[in-house]
Nanobody
Framework: VQLQASGGGLVQAGDSLRLSCVDS????????LAWFRQAPEKEREMVAA????????YYTDSVKGRFTISRDNAKNTVYLQMNSLKLEDTAVYYC???????????????WGQGTQVTVSS
């Protein structure tokens, strides 16, 4: 598993942004995938997760209705569509993976590099 995240940037509150994370490995379809974020002086939190098939998803309460996680197994890519961005969404966003069928954060053991998302007023 080798994850490469992209798509971060500087946007204004209310704008949208889509993050992408590509896996260069050959077992993408066997992975549960997630997006985490870490804001300055805060602990890393799981933002969203998606099952191997894409049929199951998880969202932390603060992003429900605004963020959508999806995956394209043919492209080895997981996405995070972020709408109605808020100042408090500012963070470094990481994609992560596990071969376990789980949304338990600690079980995600493969990580991509972070991509910075900054939301300004």
């Amino acid at each position: 598993v080798q994850l490469q995240a992209s798509g971060g940037g500087l946007v204004q509150a209310g704008d949208s942004l889509r993050l992408s994370c590509v896996d260069s490995g050959r077992t993408f379809g066997d992975l549960s995938l997630a997006w985490f974020r870490q804001a300055p002086e805060k602990e890393r939190e799981m933002v969203a997760a998606i099952s191997r098939s894409g049929g199951g998803t998880y969202y932390t309460d603060s992003v429900k209705g605004r963020f959508t996680i999806s995956r394209d197994n043919a492209k080895n890519t997981v996405y995070l569509q972020m709408n109605s961005l808020k100042l408090e969404d500012t963070a470094v966003y990481y994609c992560a993976a596990t071969y376990r069928n789980t949304v338990t954060p600690i079980l995600y053991n493969s990580w991509g590099q972070g991509t910075q998302v900054t939301v300004s007023s």
